[in-house]
């Protein structure tokens, strides 16, 4: 069983413990301000061989890099002027650039997957002083068993993965909850290869660049990782519902009109104010909550799609994908 450090309260025995058991080459379980990732060193083929092991993930899928801050990241990425802006403006922060990678940048190909661009991202906070401490890229995907919903708490971690890794650091909840916006910037366009924590009318209100979105089977093939089907609860989930059927969960948004709300086995409300950042920070466990709950499916409120709300209903597609 995973041994468990909470790092507000041994925050430098957690910093020590995870440098220890990266310098071995395995992964540890590290708190973002997105989502826990499954961190090992970025420059090491056995280190990275154990991410994929320990996730069951598919190797064609690259994992994002992260650094200490912009400086460490120059030296692995080749950053045009666009993406440097876009860096100053939100790194710290749940945005992830896919840049051309340095020659002999030293981070290993399988953490590319062999591609010659790599995604790179500082995180906030703590994710931030463990690399700065351990002085290497940290190679990080989502901290849970590949096609699960990913883990925004420590007790989620170690539930899924408590028997297979060494260490937890516990950070409490993640305060972002959905994973990093993903872009790439091409010339003068930026296009979305996933969206995410930071909303995409920040980075136009920035730029003054309206951000391409990618369509159904291109983005596939530009961030690998986004498969259709992912985020795979048990339970059958039906969006923009408007009344709840024989024994259904309900994942409620804001004050929603909802005909037989009563008659619903259990009632979460992602934001009864109507908040898409408290939405998106509580999607994933509120998803798992609704999912131990036996009811028969998971009915899901309409959330409005603009802001963070891109973020949400793109995760809630994938686990309403047919599987
Ligand atoms: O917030 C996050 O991004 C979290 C935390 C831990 O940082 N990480 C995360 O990693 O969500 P993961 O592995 O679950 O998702 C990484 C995504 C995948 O869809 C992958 O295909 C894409 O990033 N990706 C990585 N490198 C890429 C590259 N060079 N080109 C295109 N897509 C890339
Ligand atoms: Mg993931």
Redesign the pocket.
Known sequence: MAQRIDIKGQRQDAITAACSVLAAKRPVAMP?E??Y?LAADATDPAAITNIYTTKGRPRF????C?MADITMAERYAVFDPLSRKLASAFWPG?L?L?LPLKEDSGIHPLA?AG?D???L?V?KGFAGELIRAYGRPLA???ANTSGKI?PTTADHVEADLGDKIELILDGGMASVGV??T?IKVEGETIRL??P??LAVDEIERLTGISVTRNAGASATI?????LASHYAPESDIRLDAREIGTQEALIDFGQSEIKNRDSALVVLNLSPSGNLAEAAANLFSMMKQADASKARGIAVAPIPDHGLGEAINDRLRRAAAPR
Not at 61 to 64: D, E, K, R, S
Not at 222 to 226: L, N
Request: charged share 10%.
């Open positions: 973002t997105t989502v990732g899928n690259p994992l994002i992260h749940p992830t896919v590319t591609l661009t790599v995604g991202r995180p990080a995907p989502s990913s994973e990093s993903i290869l996933r995410g924590g530009e961030a690998p990782g986004m």
